[in-house]
């Protein structure tokens, strides 16, 4: 079993070890970081660090391992070794989301009327992620979200002692995605946490989140990781970035943005490439019929994208401005320096920073809420001298 990236945060593995080692469990933790730097793997970690039981014999082992020979011998310290043994009966299950005291829920497209108030079935999604750790599934209905009936249905378990009469972990990966009826349907089971449990929230946007739900967690920061880290695990799954390893500047720290431009692309960064060539070749309908279509999709599936198409317009134009300026500083975006370098050179001074300067505004306007056909409209007008 890999403990996969969580060894390189080392911030992070130093905290929760210090945790294990004390027996001293917060009620919750919030696991703040950027996709892909190993927030769900730490999460998985810790459950299985408290969970943990080599020597445990299950009465039917699904994993057809034999419990007497499985995982290291008792040494009684179980539970303060983060990552667990990774191989006993318990760990396992953990790690293929089959625990009955782990459970673990992350953003889904509302089921449909009338079910509307049901929780989403979360079966499919972990399936697949007990499979593909580091990569997303493929979500039909977009408009992804935490609902209310989907903390309620975990929340609602915890009158009961956990199911093998350890520690109970809740994971809610993505908490940024729930909303704030569901954010304060949780919040009582953070204000008065049931025993041995342990409830651990992971999000790239903790501002998203209710101050009283932040105030409840102990918060532990995952940072970007380490280019080296990212150029071996490709390296190690047989996977390339376009142009070797100096692009490993692309995958930003995050391993699960690696793999999806080494597979291929990251579909925001493939919208931003488009809207950027239609700007600079003066094909304004074509963007403002983009913009239509996305802006008047309903709920928060439509501000994530406008975020992730914006953040990646922004290295991108970002880079235009560092080749404009005849700066050394490396690209963000070294594999269309190509593109970026044209369009520099086309546009009148300073129109990289001023395209900068409006991004940065629109972005700032869609945490805010602004109506986001107004932000796309004024935004590509403001892009209009890089096409000059
Ligand atoms: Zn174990």
């Known amino acids: 079993m890999s403990v996969g990236p969580l060894l390189d945060q080392k911030r992070a593995r130093k905290v929760l070890e210090q945790v294990l080692t004390s027996g001293e469990l917060p009620p919750a933790f ?10 769900e793997e730490a999460a998985l970690e810790l459950a299985r660090a408290l969970n943990c039981a080599p020597g445990s014999a299950p009465t039917a082992d699904l994993f057809g391992g034999d419990p007497a020979t499985d995982g290291p011998e008792d040494t009684g310290l179980y539970g303060s070794v ?52 580091y990569r997303d599934p493929e979500i039909e209905g977009g408009n992804l979200s935490i609902g209310i009936a989907d903390v309620r249905a975990v929340t609602s378990q915890l009158a009961y002692a956990p199911v093998e009469g350890r520690q109970r972990v809740i994971i809610f990966r993505e908490a940024e995605l729930m909303n704030e009826q569901a954010q ?8 008065e946490p049931p025993d041995h449990t342990l409830i651990i ?43 070797g390893a100096d692009f490993a500047a692309l995958a930003r720290g995050s391993l699960k943005r690696a793999i999806a431009i080494a597979e291929g692309g990251v579909p925001a960064r493939e919208e931003a490439l488009q809207i950027l060539s239609w700007v600079i070749e003066g094909r304004s309908p074509e963007a403002l019929k983009w913009a239509a279509a996305h802006a008047f999709k309903s709920g928060r599936g439509a501000q994530v994208t406008a975020r992730q198409v914006l953040d990646e317009l922004l290295s991108l134009t970002r880079d235009v401005a560092v080749l404009q300026a005849g700066s050394e500083v490396p690209l963000m975006n070294p594999d269309q320096e190509q593109l970026l370098r044209s369009v520099g050179a086309g546009a009148s001074v300073g129109a990289g920073v001023e395209a900068l300067e409006a991004i940065i505004t629109a972005r700032g306007e869609v945490d805010r809420f602004v109506n986001l056909a107004l932000i796309y409209t004024s935004l590509f007008e403001a892009l209009k001298p890089l096409g000059a």
């Open 184 to 191: 304060n349907a949780l919040l009582k089971s953070l204000e």
């Open 201 to 243: 929230l992971t999000t790239n946007r903790p501002e998203a989140l209710l101050s009283t739900v932040r105030s409840r967690c102990r918060t532990i920061y995952f940072g970007p990781l380490p280019r080296d880290v990212i150029a071996t695990w490709l390296e190690g799954a047989g996977l390339v970035m376009p142009g």
């Open 30 to 39: 919030l696991f703040v970081g950027p996709h892909g730097t190993g927030r």
């Open 82 to 133: 983060l990552g667990g043994c990774g191989t006993c009966h318990s760990c396992r299950r953990i790690s293929t989301y089959g625990h009955p005291d782990v459970i673990v829920r992350l953003p889904l497209p509302r089921p449909k009327s009338p079910k509307q108030n049901d929780p989403a079935d979360p079966t499919a999604a972990l399936a697949f992620k007990a499979e593909n750790p």
